[in-house]
């Protein structure tokens, strides 16, 4: 479980990258994809009506997902959303969002929803009060499914490559820290200005020795890929350093900075959850402590059970009637 620091941080973190517009977190390949299948066949098995939560909801794609179907489908279904990050999805009929809120502490009474949701989000949260604020919110009778990470899946394994060509290209061959120690080093006034100017050249020399490999580094890297984006902003940047003051550089370069490190912190998480089949099993114990019966978990594609590429496991639970 995350201390008040780390949850604090990794909350930031993703507030930083829904407040972008980003509808998705995940993707394999150059290409994200789609799930509806899968939640299109869960909405429909929901009566008219349903009160729906949707746990971790980023910017609330499989929320908006609900509300289209109950639109398409005059299923008048009342989707809420919840995350811990401050999110600014806007609402719409029938589709309210609670930002910063846990789901390991919900704000809503015993046996609010028909139904429980949520799709690469709750395997982020402390999995044991998770399971049991799930359960607690679900009506005797309600309908629960969960996507999950999983481990060595194609999404976690995307992720993991990006990660690395990250670190190679930008941080762990020291790049990204040269250019903003360089950028600092302009920026600053007074004595010691040959100290600071024999610094300076170590770090370019530094510099010049890494840039050759950068390329080879970035090498499959999509147009989207974070990497490439924040390496070609950064080296631009610096090759065009006397367009800018100094201070601007150097903020533009800190700013970079911030962007790798939040970066680095939801893939690390993104790795973190991905959950193993003994990990499953588990939680469908812990399910069954709270009252929410599950079927055996499986692992899904985009076309649903079995398909490849594997993107997530899927369990489907139900509460048991007359459960407190």
């Not at 080296?235 to 006397?242: G, M």
Request: net charge neutral.
């Amino acid at each position: 479980m995350q201390n008040k620091d780390n949850k604090a941080a990794a909350a930031h973190s993703w507030s930083r990258y829904w407040a972008d517009g980003k509808g998705v977190t995940c993707y394999t390949g150059a290409q994200g994809f789609s799930l509806e299948k899968i939640w299109k066949s869960f909405f429909a098995s929901l009566p008219k009506g349903a009160h729906i939560l949707d746990l971790a909801t980023g910017n609330g794609a499989v929320a908006h997902l609900a509300c289209q179907y109950s639109d398409t489908e005059n299923k008048n279904f009342h989707v809420t959303g919840v995350d811990y990050a401050a999110i600014r999805t806007q609402p719409r009929a029938g589709l309210v969002f609670h930002p910063q809120t846990s789901i390991e502490t919900l704000p809503f009474d015993a046996q609010s929803f028909d139904a429980v949701i949520s799709q690469y989000g709750f395997e982020y949260a402390a999995i044991e009060a998770a399971t049991a604020e799930a359960g607690r919110v679900l009506k005797a009778g309600g309908a629960m499914r969960l996507l999950i990470h999983a481990q060595n899946g194609a999404v976690v394994t995307d992720a993991q490559t990006r990660l690395a060509r990250l670190r190679a290209a930008l941080l762990d061959n020291g790049l990204l820290s040269d250019i903003k120690t360089m950028a600092a080093l302009e920026v600053k006034k007074g004595p010691q200005k040959a100290r600071r100017l024999n610094h300076y050249k170590k770090l370019a020399q530094h510099c010049d020795q890494v840039l050759p490999d950068v390329g080879a580094h970035l090498q499959g890297a999509d147009g989207g890929d974070s990497a490439l984006k924040l390496t070609r902003f950064l080296l631009t940047l610096w090759a065009h350093r006397d367009d800018y003051v100094p201070d601007d550089v150097l903020a533009k370069a800190i700013e970079v900075e911030t962007e790798a490190a939040s970066y680095v912190m939801r893939l690390e998480a993104m790795n973190h959850a991905a959950q193993s089949q003994k990990d499953m099993d588990k939680l469908v114990q812990g399910f069954k402590a709270v009252g929410v019966v599950c079927e055996k978990p499986v692992l899904i594609g985009s076309e649903g059970k079995g398909s490849q590429p594997v993107l997530a496991w899927c369990v489907d639970g139900k509460r048991t009637v007359g459960r407190e």
